[in-house]
């Protein structure tokens, strides 16, 4: 914990609040066009701006790849290009555009991903930009309020609550162009490394390294700067089982930034990646099971990612004349005060966090994407709901933003979480939690337990993991299991967990639907039950001819 403080205070040393608008062009560009927009935009008849937010990304990457020792064509020098992203709430504090929407799937901003690197290129492109939201805004207000006049709507909430004006101005630092040469030897020479096991069909490596240059603004005045940087080492590989099955294996391996990679660490990171391998090639299939499984790190992330942060997020419904319900708020909007995981167990949300544990947390946000300065919040004691994240537009109960209201390419702001940590009231260690599991096991009479390193990607509760271990109740040795479809994974599982460990490790998640990244920072987990089926894909055809 005393990790978590002292970086939290080196977060905090720019105040919110404190800060000037940065004399650059990106925010000259904004500023300019900002006030053109305040002063000229109206349109007689229709409802008047009423907040605007302009958001541009400066993203350098610079991408080292091979595969079996071959390098790719790519390019040892770095790529740059320019985002720019525009939204707006047409109408007024009371009520606005916001929280509407014709498609229940498709929220999005106005969005151009290759905006020329000039004043004038920024500034022509927000201008058209801005004309397009509003027409969108426009037209979203006029559908909203007669949505609620056919429904008879009547809420006092308003769609717009007010918050201090707050800022957050971090430095920005040049990207720093890697020795080409150097990196790409050192892809060459990891992924050479699966030369030697011949039933690996494709082995990779890719070292990325970028940087995404952060500036916001809104019509309220709020505007935040800062870079987010990120290096990391992805290894993949596909290859077929000897059953035939054929299987596939990724791991990313976060990097220091700012430093040259330890050629030997990642060297012994990417044999250990290959036993992995290995111990894949020689699993056995599963059988059906209903029993404990216990999650390492990594598993409970995947886990606790889409059963509670998930479900977290977008605490209030969007409107919409085309569906009654908006099938993606998550399902803890009406459960507040509720048990909703295991008492064993608080979690937080910790916004303002830019690192933890040597990693960058890729969801570090000071300021949220309305403006409103991002708070730290207990989200469960002992198994209860206490809060949700919120935004400017008001629920029951709910006196003023959170400052969690999160945007992207595929989504206008939404309440979501950022850097969640699951912390346990009591923890064991991983040979604690091993023996807690067969003595569980032995409880329910069962011959052995599940060890998953990953968890699954769920889909209606189901979902497929290629390698798990099997651990005997009788002596404890362990055997590698491929093909396990689990069944009935819901949120009740959540209240399932019986212990967990002291090894917590931070894991990285993409949301697919909204494009915004989480940090999960869990220990190992030891669920009361799971099932499992076998797989039912069939193993492909065998080649005519053998690997070369």
């Known amino acids: 914990m005393k990790k978590y403080f002292f970086l939290l205070l080196i977060c905090l040393a720019c105040p919110l609040g404190a800060a000037q608008l940065p004399d650059n062009m990106y925010f000259r560009a904004m500023s300019d066009e900002m006030r053109r927009t305040q002063k000229e935009l109206r349109v007689k008849g229709s409802p008047r701006p009423y907040f605007t937010v302009y958001k541009v990304t400066a993203v350098t990457s610079q991408t080292f790849s091979a595969q079996f020792g071959a390098p790719y064509a790519v390019s040892e020098e770095p790529e740059t290009w320019l985002q720019a992203a525009v939204y707006m709430y047409a109408g007024n504090a009371k009520e606005n555009s916001s929280g509407f929407v014709n498609n229940m799937y498709y929220f999005e901003p106005a969005m151009v991903s290759s905006v020329p690197v000039s004043y004038e290129g920024l500034r022509r492109v927000l201008w058209q930009m801005t004309d397009m939201e509003y027409v969108a805004a426009g037209d979203s ?27 957050y101005v971090r430095d920005i630092t040049p990207f720093v162009k890697a020795d080409g040469r150097l ?18 069909e494709n082995f990779g490596a890719s070292l990325r390294r970028t940087q995404q240059d952060i500036y916001f603004l809104d019509s309220e005045g709020d ?21 035939g099955y054929k299987e596939s294996l990724t791991e990313n391996i976060p990097l220091e930034c700012f430093q040259t990679p330890d050629a030997a660490e990642l060297r012994a990171k990417t044999e250990e990646f290959l036993a992995r391998l290995q111990d894949m090639y020689n699993a056995k299939k599963a059988e059906p099971y209903l029993g404990p499984v216990l999650l390492e790190p990594k598993a409970a992330g995947g886990f606790f990612n889409q059963l509670f942060v998930r479900n977290a997020n977008n ?20 459960k507040l005060g509720m048990r909703v995981i295991s008492h064993l167990l608080d979690v937080y949300d910790r916004p303002q966090l830019r690192e933890y544990d040597g990693r960058t947390l890729p969801a570090f946000m000071p300021l949220d994407d309305e403006g409103v300065e991002s708070q730290e919040l207990q989200l469960v004691q002992s198994g209860k709901l206490l809060a949700l994240p919120t935004i400017r537009s008001l629920v029951k109960g709910q006196k003023q933003s959170n400052g969690h209201a999160r945007m992207s390419s595929r989504t206008l702001p939404r309440a979501a979480l950022t850097n969640v940590f699951f912390t346990p009231k009591t923890s064991l260690t991983q040979e604690e939690l091993e023996q807690k599991l067969l003595d569980r096991c032995r409880e329910l ?28 109740a009788a002596d404890g040795h362990k055997e590698p299991v491929y093909g396990l479809r689990l069944e009935g994974v819901t949120t009740r599982s959540l209240r ?14 993409a949301d697919n639907a909204t494009m915004l990244s989480f940090a999960v920072i869990t220990p190992s987990v030891l669920v009361d039950e799971i099932e499992i089926l076998p797989t039912q894909r069939k193993p492909d055809r065998a080649p005519f001819v053998a690997l070369p």
């Open 141 to 167: 207000y006029e559908k909203k309020m007669a949505y609620k006049r056919q429904k008879n709507i009547t809420d006092d909430l308003p769609d717009f609550s007010k918050a201090p004006k707050a800022s």
């Open 183 to 200: 990196y790409q030897q050192l892809v060459n020479e990891l992924s050479a490394l699966g030369k030697k096991w011949p039933y690996l």
């Open 223 to 243: 505007f935040y700067q800062y870079s987010r940087p990120a290096c990391s080492l992805r290894l993949s590989s596909s290859l077929r089982n000897k059953d």
């Open 315 to 334: 605490s209030k419904p969007l409107l919409s004349a085309q569906a009654e319900t908006d099938g993606t708020a998550g399902q803890f909007k009406d």
């Open 445 to 472: 009479g069962l011959e052995y337990g599940y060890i998953f390193p990953r968890f699954a990607q769920l889909k209606d509760g189901k979902g497929e993991i290629n390698f798990a271990w099997r651990i005997y």
């Open 496 to 509: 399932d967990v019986l212990a967990a460990g002291s090894d917590e490790e931070v894991s990285v998640f």
